[in-house]
């Protein structure tokens, strides 16, 4: 539609057109173009009550002060539907309401050009409400006195898909004060100049929501929301923030105001930005918010000045440029944030900061992520700042890069978190406290630590590490500098020099030495790596290691190092230090290396003990000295464990401990060492400990190695073992005379026990349990049967040298058999029989260590029995006998785990055996027939000796056999074809004792 020009308004005088703005009586205004030209005179108004509607019209005001539409006093009303309104004059607003009048606007193209002019104003309890618009405001001159809309005096503006461009200097976008309050539903909000904010609420209690709003700002010192005063409120809800210049922000609450951000997209392109900014006491609340910074020295998130806080919470922060921070808090600030991802890219960035007495950063769940050079996952930086980081990750990429830091006196608390670095894992400098608590540090690269410690005089570096993994793979788990104070304080913790290096010390010049001091302090923690203070003599580097700490590396230029409570030392090197204090420790002398190691201390107190490696073959062995006069106090006591080969010579001695005088008592636990065949003691000679052959010239048993003492007692041992499989054979004949027997089928099951006393051997025990099954064809003779038959068998025995020696043998039986009963009772019994025997041995060293050995031998033998059954009356008979039986066990070599080497001779042994039974038979009244025996018979052992060769000694092996054997037993027939029987005996001898022998039997008759 065509619009014409109704009426003009010149300007003769300002007064008289202020009291007559165009068509101010009219109820409805259509379709038409009003241009106004004289100050202080709006284009359109409505007051009093007046309702005015406006559709379609184009409104001009240029003059000064002069409003495109007024709306003036409560009731009044003027809803304006398409058109446009432009003013260029100074102050001159394009809606304007006061005193609690309304104006209703629909698809309005606004656009204000002079200086104080703004395209909204409400003032005084007046409502605006504008949608589906454009609104640009050209004109600035600072003070927030330029603005798109701004409503003040508890008014209302709401602005529904509406677009909000300020470009002058000092412009604002929306801005509300003094409990005013505005709503924008969709659209933007746009400032192109510097210092001009999108979105501000000042001091006064006003408050404004933003629901998927587009606010941006292109200026310098702009920003997209400011809360700016006491009770000021902005909500934003969706939307996105952008500022693209210089030392913008994207949100701030400051002077006690507050901004809360759900599901914003916050971003900052200019150099020292700041995503979300809260500074003298202001608040801000962001929840799923995601933050992008992109110059260098901007931050994601501040906190600055006492009594400010930020709260982030489900969101991201990213920020890419030299000197960024993800989130920092400055001055006592405090910001807050539960599950978010920080992502930093620039040199010297650093992803979470607190600087400053009383700043405060506290992060759970939260991911970090920073590349860079020298930047840093958390910093806490001066005197009263602190970082509480829990249930996180960081992972720092980047030469230098620092995975967590404490500067000047802050203090950190890192919980349930994991840290991977390309630099230092934690650092530290010129005082300060970091905790770290059931947490995983990982230092990756060299020259980069677990934990670096930077300390000046009078500085005091605290480290306290809990229930935590700390790992440095190329550098030193543990690095100090400076001429302060360092303590780590260690407890149920894994500190892994994976590099070689658990603590040392690094130089700020080659030319500068150390001077300070340290003090590491473990608790049921583990340690790996060296020690090494040699750099600096000036330094004082002390350890204690209690409760059950073990430490594996060398030492070199500690100053004191104590080991209490069950705590062990590993020393894989030679190593030297000042004072040894252990208070039931242990230093334990690694040999994985197969090389010697000496321990050098000035000075030995209190009561621990030393586990060593020896190999008296050679004459070579780990070495303890106690360097200072008369500085080896306490009592110890040596685990000494030697290869097992046999010195060349039994006189040779071997120092294990040199001392300069004190009274010092060394014990050797267990009494001795073994080497190669024998034992050595330890002894004192002047101020040195040493050890020597236990049995001089002429050793008996006891000074045997158990290796030794082992070989000879399982020769014996299987020689005892034929034996008594053999003697299972002969306990049948009792069978073979009850009732009819023309052969049958047989099994027997034996089971005994010998304890062997001291002889060529310690004394030892020995259980045999086997099974025999054999089956016989009864020839028949004029006076008597042949009885001619074959058996199989298998037995075990299980040997128990003492001291925790132990062997088993395990023997598989082949046999014939060859009975001959006379009439007269007069019978010859004749056995052959063949064993092999597979033989086990194990020993433990002096340390418990196991050593192992195993061969094959065989045995062979015969024996041969003769008797007479003499019948006397009531069923009583007498059996005497005379039995012998010869045997030979083959000789065998074989070289233990240990290097043992053995060579056993064969094994001859001829035993005669003399005795009677005593019994009866009887006839039963249910068709059975028994026949109980008692028994008693002498063994003579005839041969028996033998020779074992154990690394070239050549000892003697005996088999102990001389013996008054008793017994009792019985066989009965159950029935016509079979027959059951039992023996039961006991054995004593000199040298030998039977405490049980069972044998029980089984027989079928053909």
Avoid: C
């Amino acid at each position: 539609m065509n619009k014409s020009l109704l009426a003009i308004s010149i300007a003769f005088s300002v007064t008289a057109l202020a009291q007559s703005p165009a068509f101010a009586a009219h109820s409805d205004i259509r379709d038409q173009i009003i241009e106004t030209l004289g100050d202080e005179a709006p284009v359109v108004a409505a007051k009093d009550g007046d309702t005015l509607t406006v559709t379609n019209v184009d409104l001009i005001s240029s003059g000064l002060h002069s409003v495109g539409v007024l709306a003036d006093g409560a009731g009044s009303l003027v809803t304006y539907q398409g058109g446009t309104i432009n003013t260029s004059g100074r102050t001159s607003h394009a809606l304007s309401a006061h005193d609690g009048a309304q104006i209703q606007a629909d698809n309005l193209t606004i656009h204000t050009t002079g200086t104080l002019a703004r395209g909204i104003q409400a003032e005084t309890g007046s409502r605006v409400e504008v949608s589906n618009s454009s609104i640009q405001v050209d004109g600035g001159v600072g003070g927030n006195t330029t603005a798109g809309a701004a409503a003040t005096g508890g008014s209302v503006i709401i602005l529904n898909d509406t677009s909000v461009l300020a470009t002058g200097q000092g412009s604002v976008g929306i801005m509300t004060t003094d409990a005013s309050s505005a709503v924008m539903n969709g659209g933007s909000v746009t400032t192109t100049n510097t210092v001009s904010d999108a979105v501000l609420v000042l001091a006064g209690g006003g408050n404004i929501l933003l629901n998927d709003v587009a606010v941006s700002t292109a200026g310098s010192y702009s920003r997209g929301v400011l809360a700016g005063g006491a009770d000021s409120v902005i909500a934003v809800n969706g939307g996105s923030i952008t500022t693209r210049g210089i030392n913008a922000e994207g949100a701030r609450a400051g002077t006690g105001g507050r901004v809360s951000l759900t599901g914003t997209q916050v971003q900052t392109l200019g150099a020292q930005s700041v995503g979300l900014q809260a500074l003298f006491a202001g608040l801000i609340d962001a929840v799923g918010v995601n933050i992008t910074t992109a110059g260098d020295r901007s931050a994601g998130v501040s906190a600055e000045s006492v009594g400010s806080l930020v709260k982030f919470e489900d969101g991201a922060i990213t920020t890419a440029g030299m000197l960024a921070e993800g989130a920092k808090s400055l001055g006592g600030g405090t910001v807050q944030l539960a599950n978010v991802a920080v992502s930093t890219s620039g040199a010297f960035s650093r992803a979470l900061v607190a600087e400053g007495n009383g700043s405060t950063v506290v992060a759970d769940r939260v991911v970090i992520d920073t590349r860079g050079g020298q930047s840093y996952g958390l910093l806490a930086f001066g005197s009263g700042s602190q970082v509480t980081f829990t249930r996180g990750k960081i992972t720092t990429h980047g030469a230098a890069s620092h995975g967590v830091s404490v500067y000047g006196g802050g203090e950190m608390s890192i919980a349930s978190s994991e840290i991977d670095a390309s630099g230092h894992g934690a650092t530290m400098s010129d005082g300060g406290l970091l905790r770290i608590d059931g947490s995983r540090v990982t230092a990756n690269g060299s020259g980069n630590n677990g934990l670096m410690s930077w300390a000046t005089t009078g500085t005091d570096n605290r480290f306290e590490v809990n229930g935590s993994e700390l790992i440095s793979n190329a550098g030193a788990a543990i690095s100090a500098r400076g001429d302060g104070s360092h303590t780590f304080v260690i407890n149920n913790s894994v500190i892994d020099g994976q590099g070689g290096v658990l603590f040392d010390l690094t130089r700020a010049t080659p030319a500068v030495p150390n001077t300070g001091n340290s003090s590491v302090i473990a608790s049921g923690s583990v340690l790996k790596g060296d020690i090494d203070v040699t750099t600096d003599p000036d330094f004082v580097a002390d350890f204690s290691l209690q409760n059950a700490t073990h430490w594996t590396g060398a030492g070199q230029g500690i100053n004191q190092l104590a080991l209490g409570g069950a705590s062990v030392w590993q020393m894989t090197g030679n190593s030297s230090i000042q004072s040894l204090d252990l208070q039931d420790g242990r230093v334990n002398f690694d040999h994985a290396d197969g090389q010697f190691k000496t321990l050098t201390t000035d000075k030995l107190a209190g009561t621990g003990s030393f586990q060593m490696n020896t190999n008296l073959a050679t004459l070579e062995g780990d070495l303890l000295v106690v360097s200072a006069a008369n500085g080896a106090t306490g009592n110890h006591t040596l685990f000494i464990e030697d290869s097992g080969v046999s010195p060349k010579n039994a006189s040779d001695v071997l120092r294990v401990v040199d001392t300069h005088g004190g009274d010092a008592q060394f014990g050797l636990y267990g009494g001795h060492v073994d080497a190669g065949a024998f034992r050595y003691t330890l002894g004192k000679d002047g101020d040195d400990w040493f050890l020597s052959n236990a049995g001089g010239a002429n050793p008996g048993p006891q000074d045997l190695s158990k290796g030794a003492n082992a070989a000879i007692a399982a020769h014996t041992a299987g020689a005892a073992m034929w034996t008594s499989q053999m003697d299972a054979l002969v306990k049948r004949l009792g069978e073979l005379r009850m009732g009819k027997d023309e052969g049958g089928v047989w099994t027997r099951a034996i089971g005994k026990q010998f304890d062997v006393s001291e002889k060529s051997s310690r004394a030892y025990q020995q259980n045999i349990s086997g099974v025999e099954i054999g089956a016989d064809t009864a020839i028949a003779l004029n006076r008597g049967k042949v009885y001619v038959g074959g058996m199989v068998g298998t037995a075990k025995s299980d040997l128990n040298f003492g001291e925790g020696a132990s062997g088993e043998i395990d023997s598989k039986m082949l046999g014939a058999y060859a009975t001959y009963l006379d009439d007269s009772g007069v019978y010859v019994d004749s056995v052959f029989k063949y064993n092999r025997l597979n033989n086990q041995i194990k020993t433990p060293t002096n340390l418990g260590n196991p050593v192992k050995a195993s061969y094959d031998t065989n045995g062979i033998g015969a024996s041969v029995e003769v008797g007479k059954h003499i019948a006397l009356e009531s069923g009583w008979f007498v059996e005497p006998q005379v039995a012998l039986t010869a045997s030979r066990t083959q000789g065998a070599r074989y070289t233990a785990s240990n290097g043992l080497k053995v060579k056993t001779d064969d094994l001859d042994s001829l035993q005669s055996r003399v005795g009677s039974l005593f019994g009866r038979n009887i006839q039963l009244d249910n068709g059975m027939q028994a026949q109980p025996y008692v028994k008693a018979s002498l063994i003579t052992e005839h041969a028996g000796n033998s020779k074992v060769n154990v690394n070239g000694s050549r000892l003697d092996a005996e088999l102990q056999g001389n013996r008054v054997e008793l017994g009792f037993g019985g066989v009965v027939r159950v029935s016509a074809n079979s027959k059951v029987s039992l023996d039961a005996e006991y054995a004593k001898g000199s040298a030998i004792e039977q405490p049980w022998g069972v044998t029980l039997g089984y027989r079928y008759s053909w």
